[in-house]
């Protein structure tokens, strides 16, 4: 009994030590970063109520399936920083802000995100294929995308635009705000095409 008595200093003595170096590592450590994109419209281009539309499949390449920023170093290069992350999905997020940006900027409120409630049954449906989110950090975001525009089943029309976006900035918050940009620059010229 003495002898587990004599031991008890020395093994809280050896938690407080193991304590305090777990926070000495946390604390010397970069915390990670969160960003989402956000949706940009504020202004309608158009006032058209009776106007439904679904909007997706948003398809993304695998590349930015992944919870880390990605940035272009050259055209074959690209960098996942660690430190720097999306709060959700990015593929999530693109949704939202492209459905808030077409709702804004159709004018509607009838804008449903695929796959769509059984019910709701939209005049128009556009599917997105985000080919390139990405860019150089300081420099310009560039969005490659095709997208297509469907009137039932017919499909009415097809595009592939490239929007590149100067980022004002030279920090990560700068870089997500130039794709943000990029996404509704994309979702504006949709809208004037519907």
Not at 23 to 28: L, N, V
Not at 95 to 102: D, G, Q, V, Y
Not at 131 to 146: N, P
């Amino acid at each position: 009994m003495k002898r587990i008595q004599k031991n008890i200093p020395l093994f809280l003595l050896l938690i407080l030590m193991s304590a305090l170096l777990s926070a000495c590592s946390i604390g010397s450590g970069k915390a990670t970063r969160f960003y989402a994109i956000t949706p940009l419209a504020t202004q309608a281009l158009s006032q058209r109520p009776q106007l439904r539309l679904g909007v997706g499949p948003v398809q993304i390449p695998r590349l930015l399936r992944r919870p880390q920023i990605v940035i272009r170093k050259s055209q074959t290069e690209v960098d996942l920083i660690e430190a720097h992350q999306w709060g959700g999905s990015l593929r999530e997020d693109l949704l939202n802000a492209f459905e808030s940006n077409l709702a804004v900027l159709l004018g509607t409120e009838s804008v449903e995100i695929y796959p769509w409630k059984h019910s709701f049954k939209p005049n128009y449906q556009v599917r997105i294929n985000i080919e390139q989110l990405d860019g150089d950090l300081g420099k310009t975001v560039t969005l490659k995308a095709r997208w297509r525009l469907l009137q039932g089943k017919k499909v009415v029309m097809v595009k592939r635009p490239v929007i590149q976006v100067p980022i004002k900035g030279g920090d990560y918050n700068a870089y997500v705000k130039a794709q943000s940009e990029a996404i509704y620059r994309l979702s504006k010229l949709i809208a004037g095409n519907i």
